[in-house]
Nanobody, 121 residues
Framework: VQLQASGGGLVQAGGSLRLSCAAA????????MGWFRQAPGKEREFVAI????????YYQDSAKGRFTISRSSAKNTVYLQMNSLKPEDTAVYYC???????????????WGQGTQVTVSS
């Protein structure tokens, strides 16, 4: 399943960005859609996950209260609204799809190409 991520950019601290991830199709292996990020020299980490069917959401602690993951079933698209951005949010953000609810990137079968988010102080 092809995933197309977009929406990254350069923003000042305290600003907002919305990332989008369009899925070419939905299958039993794309039950959960997630956003992950990877900063230079660091491992890829979980940011937020959403269930296509129930809409239930899960967040990394640092994202709670600032980021919102949502989905549009009509558009097969998942969004990550990021508010109150901090310099430590700077990373390449990836969307991913998998059949299992898990915060480990290794459990996701499909990945988008990544979009750069840079937050200046």
């Amino acid at each position: 399943v092809q995933l197309q991520a977009s929406g990254g950019g350069l923003v000042q601290a305290g600003g907002s960005l919305r990332l989008s991830c369009a899925a070419a199709a939905r299958t039993s292996r794309t039950t959960y859609m997630g956003w992950f990020r990877q900063a230079p020299g660091k491992e890829r980490e979980f940011v937020a996950i959403i269930s296509w069917s129930s809409g239930r959401t899960y967040y990394q602690d640092s994202a709670k209260g600032r980021f919102t993951i949502s989905r549009s079933s009509a558009k097969n698209t998942v969004y990550l609204q990021m508010n109150s951005l901090k310099p430590e949010d700077t990373a390449v953000y990836y969307c991913a799809a998998g059949s299992t609810l898990d915060s480990s990137p290794s459990r996701y079968d499909y990945w988008g190409q990544g979009t750069q988010v840079t937050v200046s102080s």
